[in-house]
Structures are given as structure tokens and as C-alpha cells.
């Protein structure tokens, strides 16, 4: 979707409240981290309430597509497509839904096979989200450039099928039985929230210079941790895992 449009920064006070904003939510996040002393697993659902999930996630990546199918028809119909930026992103990401899943499918062998290679899809299908609700939240409203006549209309035509898709993408992680949340996970995500923080105070501009890129693939590769997280039991040991995995060549690096 970059091809045809990006983001106009936050400038002035604006940047100034949401930065202040994203502190508050990472210190929030992280003193509830502080307050939890055992990690927290969800009720885990039941076959009719499993396949409705299911089935209300494949719905809304439908009305995704075709929302986004009517929001480029209208870009390209008003004339408004342009050069792609640059991306340097993408690469980063794949790899690490690649390394997430990796991860998450060897901590998961104890618990048998099927079970480990569907934790891991769900990890790796789960990790980028973690990213993208609050990023898409920041950024809706300053999408550039406008679509007319009603550029509210097709932000709108767009983004909520798409917030539909990351909150019905997040609730596959009730159906793993290796999922809970820990002191950990909400460190991660603080931090996550610290870096949009630091971003914002740069405008949360679109990653195209070289500070904006840098704080875009940090908050994206702690969205990342944090899902890892969500699947690693209490005192298993992340970096004994690399290590073995670097030593069988079974991981990658």
C-alpha cells in the first residue's frame, strides 16, 4: 500500500501529547508488569467457539481485500499513484516472522509436533500485529495523500476492515495452549511503546531518513520479543535455545 500513499507527521504540540501519550501507556504497561507475579493464560475455547473465531478472522481478511480493492480503484481512478518509496522494512519483517516461527515451533516440541507447528503459525501470524494496531491507530488519521470527495470516508473504508483483521489475528492466540501473559510480555511491550515514544518526538515521520527507519525496526523487532514471550514458559532459557539451534544449524542466526 505504500505505492500509493504515506503518512504526514506529527509536528508542534501534536508530537509533544502523543509522545506523552505512549509514555503514559509504557509506564502504565510496565508497572503492570511489576504487579504480575505468575504469567496469566487464557481460557482457551471450545470447538463452536474455536471455529467461530476462525471463521470471523477469514471474514474480515475478506472485507479487508475488498475494502482495500475499492480504496486503490479510487487512488488510481483520482490519478493520485506516485513513485513507491523506499522500503527497507519488508526484509526485516520476513525475517522475522521466518525467526518467530522458528522459535516458537522449537519450544513447542515437548508439547508434540501438531501442536508445536500450530503455535508457531499462530506466533508468527500474531507477531506483526502486536505492531501494527497501535502503529495503524497513530497513523489513520494523517494518512497522505487524502482521497476525495470524502477522504474521512475511505480512511475509514480502509483501516476499520484492517483493525478487524489484527484484533481477529490476536484472538488465534486463545486457541495455542503454550500462550500466557507474563511480567515479560508487558516489558516488551512498554519498551515497544518507549521507542514509538522517541519516535513520536521526531514527528513519527515515515521511514524513509535514517532515524525514523531505525526506530521503526526497533519497535517492530520488540514486537516480535514480545510475541516470543507470549509462548516461552516461565524460566526457559531464549538464549540456550539460539545457541543449541546455531551449533545444529536448525535455527537461524
Request: glycine share 8%; hydrophobic share 55%; net charge positive.
Amino acid at each position: 500500500m505504500t505505492a500509493y500513499g504515506t503518512w504526514v507527521s506529527y509536528s508542534g504540540a501534536a508530537r509533544v501529547w502523543l509522545a506523552i501519550l505512549l509514555v503514559a501507556v509504557g509506564v502504565g504497561l510496565a508497572y503492570g508488569g511489576t504487579r504480575l507475579r505468575l504469567p496469566v493464560r487464557a481460557r482457551r475455547p471450545g470447538k463452536a467457539a474455536t471455529a467461530s473465531l476462525l471463521m470471523a478472522w477469514v471474514l474480515a481478511i475478506a472485507s479487508f481485500l475488498i475494502c482495500a480493492a475499492v480504496y486503490v480503484g479510487q487512488v488510481r481512478q483520482k490519478h493520485l499513484t506516485g513513485t513507491p518509496p523506499t522500503d527497507p522494512i519488508t526484509l526485516v519483517t520476513l525475517t522475522a516472522v521466518v525467526a518467530t516461527f522458528a522459535i516458537i515451533n522449537e519450544i513447542g516440541q515437548p508439547l508434540g509436533q501438531r501442536t508445536a507447528l500450530a503455535s508457531a503459525v499462530i506466533g508468527a501470524l500474531c507477531a506483526p500485529m502486536i505492531f501494527e494496531l497501535p502503529f495503524d491507530l497513530i497513523v489513520m488519521a494523517r494518512t497522505y495523500p487524502p482521497i476525495p470527495p470524502h477522504p474521512g470516508l475511505y480512511r475509514a473504508l480502509f483501516f476499520l476492515p484492517l483493525f478487524l483483521v489484527e484484533i481477529s489475528t490476536l484472538g488465534l492466540l486463545t486457541l495455542s495452549p503454550m500462550v500466557a501473559l507474563s511480567s515479560r510480555t508487558l516489558s516488551g511491550l512498554a519498551a515497544m511503546f518507549v521507542v514509538f515514544a522517541i519516535w513520536a518526538l521526531f514527528g513519527f515521520a515515515y521511514p524513509s531518513a535514517s532515524i525514523p527507519i531505525a526506530l521503526n525496526l526497533l519497535s517492530k523487532v520488540l514486537a516480535f520479543v514480545v510475541a516470543i514471550t507470549l509462548f516461552v514458559p516461565a524460566g526457559f532459557d531464549v538464549g540456550a535455545l539460539l545457541a543449541r539451534g546455531r551449533g545444529q544449524g536448525s535455527m537461524p542466526a
